[in-house]
Protein backbone atom coordinates (compact mmCIF):
# COMPACT_ATOMS: atom_id res chain seq x y z
CA UNK A 1 0.00 0.00 0.00
CA UNK A 2 2.95 2.45 1.12
CA UNK A 3 4.65 1.33 -2.07
CA UNK A 4 1.42 2.14 -4.56
CA UNK A 5 1.19 5.18 -2.78
CA UNK A 6 5.00 6.58 -3.44
CA UNK A 7 4.60 5.72 -7.05
CA UNK A 8 1.68 8.17 -7.17
CA UNK A 9 3.56 10.80 -5.34
CA UNK A 10 6.37 10.01 -8.07
CA UNK A 11 4.12 10.19 -11.27
CA UNK A 12 2.44 13.24 -9.63
CA UNK A 13 5.87 14.98 -9.17
CA UNK A 14 6.95 14.02 -12.57
CA UNK A 15 4.17 15.26 -14.35
CA UNK A 16 4.52 18.40 -12.79
CA UNK A 17 7.91 18.75 -13.78
CA UNK A 18 7.39 17.97 -17.40
CA UNK A 19 4.60 20.19 -17.22
CA UNK A 20 6.40 23.31 -15.80
CA UNK A 21 9.18 22.68 -18.19
CA UNK A 22 6.72 22.74 -21.37
CA UNK A 23 5.38 25.58 -20.16
CA UNK A 24 8.79 27.48 -19.86
CA UNK A 25 10.02 25.95 -23.39
CA UNK A 26 6.57 27.60 -24.86
CA UNK A 27 6.87 30.65 -23.26
CA UNK A 28 10.11 31.39 -24.30
CA UNK A 29 9.48 30.35 -27.82
CA UNK A 30 5.89 33.02 -27.54
CA UNK A 31 8.55 35.58 -26.73
CA UNK A 32 10.72 35.02 -29.42
CA UNK A 33 7.81 35.12 -32.11
CA UNK A 34 6.34 38.48 -30.55
CA UNK A 35 10.29 40.02 -30.71
CA UNK A 36 9.94 38.71 -34.43
CA UNK A 37 7.03 40.17 -35.47
CA UNK A 38 7.40 43.38 -33.64
CA UNK A 39 10.72 43.51 -35.47
CA UNK A 40 9.88 42.64 -38.64
CA UNK A 41 5.95 43.46 -39.02
CA UNK A 42 4.90 46.44 -41.41
CA UNK A 43 4.96 49.43 -39.85
CA UNK A 44 2.02 51.23 -38.81
CA UNK A 45 1.05 54.64 -39.26
CA UNK A 46 1.54 57.09 -36.83
CA UNK A 47 -0.52 59.89 -38.60
CA UNK A 48 -4.25 60.08 -39.17
CA UNK A 49 -5.30 57.67 -41.18
CA UNK A 50 -6.26 58.85 -44.74
CA UNK A 51 -10.47 58.20 -45.56
CA UNK A 52 -11.22 56.72 -48.75
CA UNK A 53 -14.39 57.97 -50.20
CA UNK A 54 -14.79 55.98 -52.60
CA UNK A 55 -17.49 52.81 -53.70
CA UNK A 56 -14.52 50.47 -52.81
CA UNK A 57 -13.74 51.94 -48.89
CA UNK A 58 -16.00 49.00 -47.48
CA UNK A 59 -13.19 46.85 -49.08
CA UNK A 60 -10.85 47.71 -46.45
CA UNK A 61 -8.01 49.12 -48.52
CA UNK A 62 -5.15 49.13 -46.27
CA UNK A 63 -3.57 52.80 -45.75
CA UNK A 64 -0.06 53.35 -46.38
CA UNK A 65 2.54 53.94 -43.55
CA UNK A 66 4.52 57.17 -42.84
CA UNK A 67 6.98 58.19 -45.88
CA UNK A 68 9.67 58.25 -43.91
CA UNK A 69 9.39 54.10 -42.78
CA UNK A 70 12.58 52.30 -44.14
CA UNK A 71 10.77 50.44 -46.60
CA UNK A 72 14.13 47.59 -47.12
CA UNK A 73 13.22 46.85 -43.76
CA UNK A 74 10.25 45.21 -44.59
CA UNK A 75 10.66 44.16 -48.27
CA UNK A 76 10.76 40.61 -47.81
CA UNK A 77 7.03 40.39 -46.47
CA UNK A 78 5.84 42.43 -49.37
CA UNK A 79 7.74 40.28 -51.54
CA UNK A 80 6.53 36.71 -50.47
CA UNK A 81 4.28 34.92 -52.18
CA UNK A 82 4.57 35.15 -54.75
CA UNK A 83 2.28 37.92 -57.13
CA UNK A 84 0.40 36.04 -59.96
CA UNK A 85 0.01 40.21 -60.86
CA UNK A 86 2.82 42.65 -61.21
CA UNK A 87 2.61 46.53 -61.41
CA UNK A 88 3.87 47.40 -65.42
CA UNK A 89 5.87 50.30 -66.45
CA UNK A 90 5.95 53.04 -69.38
CA UNK A 91 8.69 52.51 -71.67
CA UNK A 92 9.06 55.90 -73.54
CA UNK A 93 12.58 58.10 -73.15
CA UNK A 94 15.04 55.52 -73.40
CA UNK A 95 15.40 52.32 -75.76
CA UNK A 96 14.65 48.72 -74.67
CA UNK A 97 18.04 47.69 -74.99
CA UNK A 98 18.74 50.29 -72.40
CA UNK A 99 15.88 49.09 -69.58
CA UNK A 100 16.28 45.62 -70.73
CA UNK A 101 17.98 44.44 -67.07
CA UNK A 102 15.30 46.39 -65.35
CA UNK A 103 12.03 45.27 -65.98
CA UNK A 104 9.82 42.76 -64.45
CA UNK A 105 7.80 39.99 -66.44
CA UNK A 106 4.62 42.12 -66.35
CA UNK A 107 2.95 44.42 -68.77
CA UNK A 108 5.00 47.38 -70.82
CA UNK A 109 2.90 50.30 -72.33
CA UNK A 110 4.89 51.70 -75.11
CA UNK A 111 3.88 55.15 -77.24
CA UNK A 112 3.34 55.04 -80.93
CA UNK A 113 3.85 58.21 -82.46
CA UNK A 114 1.63 58.17 -85.51
CA UNK A 115 3.15 61.21 -86.65
CA UNK A 116 6.62 59.58 -86.73
CA UNK A 117 5.50 56.28 -87.67
CA UNK A 118 3.54 57.23 -90.79
CA UNK A 119 5.21 60.74 -91.84
CA UNK A 120 4.05 60.19 -95.53
CA UNK A 121 0.97 58.48 -96.00
CA UNK A 122 1.25 54.50 -96.70
CA UNK A 123 4.84 54.78 -96.03
CA UNK A 124 5.46 53.22 -92.55
CA UNK A 125 8.56 52.83 -90.00
CA UNK A 126 8.11 51.59 -86.96
CA UNK A 127 11.81 51.08 -86.20
CA UNK A 128 11.33 54.24 -83.28
CA UNK A 129 8.34 52.46 -81.91
CA UNK A 130 9.87 48.77 -81.76
CA UNK A 131 13.48 50.02 -79.86
CA UNK A 132 11.28 50.59 -77.09
CA UNK A 133 9.66 47.24 -76.92
CA UNK A 134 11.44 44.77 -74.44
CA UNK A 135 11.49 41.23 -75.12
CA UNK A 136 9.63 39.18 -73.03
CA UNK A 137 6.65 41.63 -71.97
CA UNK A 138 2.94 41.59 -72.89
CA UNK A 139 2.82 44.74 -74.82
CA UNK A 140 0.27 47.44 -74.66
CA UNK A 141 0.20 49.76 -77.87
CA UNK A 142 -0.82 53.61 -76.86
CA UNK A 143 -0.79 55.07 -80.07
CA UNK A 144 -1.31 58.91 -80.09
CA UNK A 145 -0.74 62.24 -82.27
CA UNK A 146 -2.01 62.81 -85.93
CA UNK A 147 0.63 63.47 -89.09
CA UNK A 148 0.25 67.12 -90.89
CA UNK A 149 -1.51 65.12 -93.53
CA UNK A 150 -4.12 63.70 -91.15
CA UNK A 151 -5.07 66.17 -88.51
CA UNK A 152 -7.57 68.54 -87.57
CA UNK A 153 -5.53 71.48 -87.11
CA UNK A 154 -1.56 72.16 -86.93
CA UNK A 155 -1.34 70.76 -83.24
CA UNK A 156 0.34 67.46 -83.40
CA UNK A 157 -1.98 66.29 -80.78
CA UNK A 158 -5.30 67.33 -82.12
CA UNK A 159 -7.44 64.13 -83.52
CA UNK A 160 -7.29 63.03 -87.45
CA UNK A 161 -9.62 63.88 -90.03
CA UNK A 162 -12.15 61.61 -90.06
CA UNK A 163 -11.36 60.66 -94.13
CA UNK A 164 -8.44 59.48 -92.09
CA UNK A 165 -9.83 56.80 -89.90
CA UNK A 166 -9.40 54.15 -91.98
CA UNK A 167 -5.74 55.19 -92.04
CA UNK A 168 -5.27 55.32 -88.34
CA UNK A 169 -6.96 51.80 -88.49
CA UNK A 170 -4.18 49.90 -91.04
CA UNK A 171 -1.87 51.99 -88.71
CA UNK A 172 -3.07 50.18 -85.45
CA UNK A 173 -3.08 46.84 -87.11
CA UNK A 174 0.48 46.51 -88.77
CA UNK A 175 1.64 47.67 -85.59
CA UNK A 176 0.37 44.63 -83.63
CA UNK A 177 1.57 42.36 -86.35
CA UNK A 178 5.17 43.88 -85.83
CA UNK A 179 4.60 43.61 -81.97
CA UNK A 180 5.20 39.65 -81.56
CA UNK A 181 3.67 40.41 -77.38
CA UNK A 182 0.91 42.70 -78.49
CA UNK A 183 -1.88 42.24 -75.83
CA UNK A 184 -3.49 45.62 -76.45
CA UNK A 185 -4.27 48.67 -79.03
CA UNK A 186 -4.87 52.12 -76.83
CA UNK A 187 -6.67 54.26 -78.73
CA UNK A 188 -4.90 57.32 -78.17
CA UNK A 189 -3.57 58.69 -74.94
CA UNK A 190 -4.82 61.56 -72.63
CA UNK A 191 -7.75 62.84 -75.82
CA UNK A 192 -9.90 65.20 -72.61
CA UNK A 193 -7.11 67.98 -72.85
CA UNK A 194 -7.79 71.21 -74.77
CA UNK A 195 -5.36 72.45 -77.13
CA UNK A 196 -5.05 75.69 -75.67
CA UNK A 197 -3.28 74.23 -72.52
CA UNK A 198 -0.80 72.87 -74.90
CA UNK A 199 2.35 74.15 -77.77
CA UNK A 200 1.58 73.05 -81.47
CA UNK A 201 4.12 70.85 -81.29
CA UNK A 202 3.78 68.98 -77.83
CA UNK A 203 3.04 65.06 -78.50
CA UNK A 204 2.41 63.49 -75.26
CA UNK A 205 -1.29 64.64 -74.82
CA UNK A 206 -4.24 64.34 -76.75
CA UNK A 207 -5.96 67.64 -76.99
CA UNK A 208 -9.06 66.63 -78.68
CA UNK A 209 -10.94 69.28 -75.94
CA UNK A 210 -12.52 68.88 -72.78
CA UNK A 211 -16.19 70.19 -73.94
CA UNK A 212 -19.21 67.12 -74.58
CA UNK A 213 -18.71 67.79 -77.91
CA UNK A 214 -14.68 66.80 -77.82
CA UNK A 215 -16.01 63.57 -75.90
CA UNK A 216 -19.41 62.43 -78.47
CA UNK A 217 -16.26 62.94 -81.20
CA UNK A 218 -13.55 60.34 -79.48
CA UNK A 219 -16.89 58.01 -78.85
CA UNK A 220 -17.39 57.77 -82.38
CA UNK A 221 -13.89 57.46 -83.46
CA UNK A 222 -13.41 54.65 -81.32
CA UNK A 223 -17.11 53.05 -82.82
CA UNK A 224 -15.36 53.48 -85.87
CA UNK A 225 -12.11 52.16 -85.42
CA UNK A 226 -12.24 49.41 -82.58
CA UNK A 227 -14.62 46.72 -84.43
CA UNK A 228 -12.40 46.60 -87.71
CA UNK A 229 -9.27 46.74 -85.92
CA UNK A 230 -10.34 43.82 -83.62
CA UNK A 231 -11.62 42.19 -86.66
CA UNK A 232 -8.44 42.28 -88.28
CA UNK A 233 -5.93 40.93 -85.04
CA UNK A 234 -6.25 40.17 -82.23
CA UNK A 235 -5.99 42.41 -79.52
CA UNK A 236 -8.21 43.87 -76.71
CA UNK A 237 -9.09 47.63 -77.10
CA UNK A 238 -8.65 49.95 -74.37
CA UNK A 239 -10.56 53.23 -74.64
CA UNK A 240 -9.60 56.58 -71.98
CA UNK A 241 -6.15 57.19 -71.06
CA UNK A 242 -8.19 60.20 -69.37
CA UNK A 243 -6.06 62.71 -67.88
CA UNK A 244 -8.01 63.18 -63.86
CA UNK A 245 -7.69 66.02 -61.59
CA UNK A 246 -8.39 64.54 -58.35
CA UNK A 247 -11.53 65.23 -56.71
CA UNK A 248 -13.05 66.82 -59.64
CA UNK A 249 -17.08 66.66 -60.25
CA UNK A 250 -17.61 67.81 -63.61
CA UNK A 251 -16.32 66.02 -66.79
CA UNK A 252 -18.31 67.52 -70.23
CA UNK A 253 -16.10 64.89 -71.84
CA UNK A 254 -16.99 61.94 -70.17
CA UNK A 255 -20.54 62.75 -70.54
CA UNK A 256 -20.35 63.33 -74.45
CA UNK A 257 -18.21 60.41 -75.11
CA UNK A 258 -20.25 57.59 -72.89
CA UNK A 259 -23.27 59.13 -74.65
CA UNK A 260 -21.90 59.02 -77.98
CA UNK A 261 -19.57 55.38 -77.90
CA UNK A 262 -21.07 51.93 -78.23
CA UNK A 263 -19.87 49.61 -75.07
CA UNK A 264 -19.71 46.63 -76.59
CA UNK A 265 -16.38 48.05 -78.91
CA UNK A 266 -14.64 48.32 -76.15
CA UNK A 267 -12.49 45.72 -73.65
CA UNK A 268 -11.02 48.27 -71.09
CA UNK A 269 -11.41 51.93 -69.89
CA UNK A 270 -8.14 53.51 -68.62
CA UNK A 271 -6.93 56.89 -66.80
CA UNK A 272 -4.07 58.83 -65.53
CA UNK A 273 -3.41 59.38 -61.92
CA UNK A 274 -0.18 61.02 -60.55
CA UNK A 275 0.12 61.84 -56.66
CA UNK A 276 2.26 64.88 -55.56
CA UNK A 277 1.62 64.28 -51.86
CA UNK A 278 0.78 61.02 -49.11
CA UNK A 279 -2.72 62.80 -48.99
CA UNK A 280 -3.13 62.09 -52.62
CA UNK A 281 -3.13 58.13 -52.29
CA UNK A 282 -6.34 58.16 -51.21
CA UNK A 283 -8.13 59.51 -54.57
CA UNK A 284 -6.17 56.84 -56.61
CA UNK A 285 -9.76 55.17 -57.05
CA UNK A 286 -11.88 57.92 -57.28
CA UNK A 287 -11.90 58.44 -60.77
CA UNK A 288 -12.09 54.33 -61.36
CA UNK A 289 -15.60 54.57 -59.91
CA UNK A 290 -16.72 57.29 -62.04
CA UNK A 291 -15.72 55.46 -64.97
CA UNK A 292 -17.13 51.98 -63.10
CA UNK A 293 -20.51 53.77 -62.94
CA UNK A 294 -20.40 54.35 -66.21
CA UNK A 295 -19.50 51.51 -67.74
CA UNK A 296 -19.20 47.90 -66.55
CA UNK A 297 -15.80 47.27 -67.69
CA UNK A 298 -12.52 46.44 -66.49
CA UNK A 299 -10.56 49.44 -65.23
CA UNK A 300 -6.82 49.65 -65.78
CA UNK A 301 -4.29 52.93 -64.30
CA UNK A 302 -2.23 53.21 -67.42
CA UNK A 303 -0.20 55.97 -66.21
CA UNK A 304 0.54 56.74 -62.52
CA UNK A 305 3.33 57.81 -60.01
CA UNK A 306 4.65 60.01 -57.12
CA UNK A 307 5.88 62.91 -58.58
CA UNK A 308 8.67 65.31 -56.50
CA UNK A 309 11.64 68.06 -57.07
CA UNK A 310 13.90 65.65 -54.91
CA UNK A 311 14.74 63.55 -52.37
CA UNK A 312 11.18 61.51 -52.26
CA UNK A 313 12.04 57.92 -52.64
CA UNK A 314 10.36 56.50 -49.51
CA UNK A 315 7.11 58.38 -50.53
CA UNK A 316 7.56 57.07 -54.26
CA UNK A 317 8.10 53.68 -52.39
CA UNK A 318 4.77 54.02 -49.81
CA UNK A 319 3.08 54.79 -52.97
CA UNK A 320 3.92 51.90 -55.02
CA UNK A 321 3.23 49.70 -51.83
CA UNK A 322 -0.12 51.14 -52.17
CA UNK A 323 -0.52 50.23 -55.33
CA UNK A 324 0.21 46.86 -55.14
CA UNK A 325 -2.35 46.44 -52.17
CA UNK A 326 -5.09 48.26 -55.09
CA UNK A 327 -3.73 45.34 -57.86
CA UNK A 328 -3.64 42.53 -55.38
CA UNK A 329 -7.11 43.41 -54.47
CA UNK A 330 -8.40 43.55 -57.98
CA UNK A 331 -9.88 46.68 -57.53
CA UNK A 332 -7.85 47.49 -61.14
CA UNK A 333 -7.24 45.47 -63.64
CA UNK A 334 -3.44 46.72 -64.72
CA UNK A 335 -1.67 49.47 -63.18
CA UNK A 336 1.33 50.90 -64.94
CA UNK A 337 3.96 53.46 -63.18
CA UNK A 338 5.49 56.39 -65.38
CA UNK A 339 7.90 55.31 -66.17
CA UNK A 340 10.90 52.83 -65.95
CA UNK A 341 14.17 54.73 -67.24
CA UNK A 342 15.47 58.03 -66.10
CA UNK A 343 13.71 61.23 -66.77
CA UNK A 344 13.32 64.79 -66.22
CA UNK A 345 10.25 64.82 -65.41
CA UNK A 346 8.44 64.92 -61.87
CA UNK A 347 11.92 62.63 -60.96
CA UNK A 348 9.23 59.71 -61.16
CA UNK A 349 11.44 57.40 -63.05
CA UNK A 350 12.35 54.29 -61.07
CA UNK A 351 16.14 53.84 -61.89
CA UNK A 352 17.42 57.26 -61.09
CA UNK A 353 20.64 58.63 -62.61
CA UNK A 354 22.69 57.02 -59.94
CA UNK A 355 20.70 53.63 -59.93
CA UNK A 356 17.37 51.70 -58.69
CA UNK A 357 15.32 53.35 -56.61
CA UNK A 358 13.42 51.73 -53.28
CA UNK A 359 10.38 51.98 -55.32
CA UNK A 360 11.64 49.92 -58.21
CA UNK A 361 12.80 47.03 -55.59
CA UNK A 362 8.73 47.33 -55.05
CA UNK A 363 7.99 46.70 -58.65
CA UNK A 364 10.82 44.47 -59.98
CA UNK A 365 10.06 42.33 -56.97
CA UNK A 366 13.93 42.12 -55.28
CA UNK A 367 15.35 42.36 -52.08
CA UNK A 368 17.21 45.73 -52.23
CA UNK A 369 21.36 45.29 -51.68
Known amino acids: MKETRKHKIFF ?3 YAVVFIAAWVSLSIRLNDIRRHSRENAIPT ?3 TPIVIKSNVEKMSLAIVAEPTIEFRNFLPLILKPKRTKLIGANIT ?18 FLDWNYAEKTMGVYDFSYYLS ?16 SWASQSEWTCAPPLKPYWDNFIELAVKAVKATPNAIAVELWNEPNVSQDLVAKDWIHYGCWGNNYIDGAAYGRFVNYVAPRIKNRVNVKIIAGAFMTNARQENYPFLDGFFKSVIKDNIDILSYHFYAYEIGDFADVLYFS ?4 GKFNKQIWLTETAFLCVSNCEDQQAAFMYHLLRILDGGYLGQIFWHELPP ?5 CALIKPYGPSEAYYIYAEKEMP
Open 93 to 110: SYPASTVEQYVNSGYIRV
Open 45 to 47: PTS
Open 289 to 292: DILR
Open 343 to 347: NSWGD
Open 12 to 14: IIL
Open 132 to 147: HVTKNNPVVISIRNSP
